[in-house]
C-alpha cells in the first residue's frame, strides 16, 4: 500500500453566493463586518477540492488589499491534500464565512 497522496486541486467557495442560496441555513458576517478586516485578523474559508469534501478552515490575514486578500493557513487540512499550515493564500472578501478579531495588543 502506498502512503502517497495525489495533490488535489481547490477553489475557495463563494460565501455571498452560498447565502444568498440558502439565507436561513447558510449565514455569513455582515458587509461591514468584512469590509473591515486587519491584518492579524482570522478569517474562515471554504475550500472546496475538485474531489472530495470541502473543508472550512482559518486563515491569518496578513496583508489587505482593495479588493484582495492573502493569508497564511492556520492549520493542515484533515483531507485536502497538497496545503498545509503556514502556506500562503489569496481570497476576496466575497469568502468570508465567520470572523475571529485579533486580541488588542
Known amino acids: 500500500m502506498s502512503l502517497f497522496r495525489r495533490r488535489v486541486g481547490w477553489v475557495l467557495a463563494d460565501a455571498v453566493e ?61 483531507e485536502l491534500r497538497g496545503l498545509h499550515a503556514g502556506d500562503p493564500v489569496q481570497f476576496e472578501r466575497r469568502n468570508v464565512v465567520a470572523i475571529s478579531r485579533r486580541g488588542p495588543g
Open 18 to 78: 452560498k447565502h444568498a442560496a440558502a439565507p436561513d441555513t447558510f449565514r455569513i458576517p455582515s458587509d461591514d463586518a468584512v469590509a473591515s478586516v486587519q491584518v492579524g485578523d482570522r478569517v474562515k474559508l471554504i475550500f472546496e477540492p475538485s474531489t472530495g469534501l470541502a473543508e472550512r478552515m482559518w486563515v491569518t490575514v496578513t496583508d489587505v488589499g482593495e479588493t484582495e486578500l492573502e493569508g497564511s493557513l492556520g492549520s493542515d487540512p484533515a
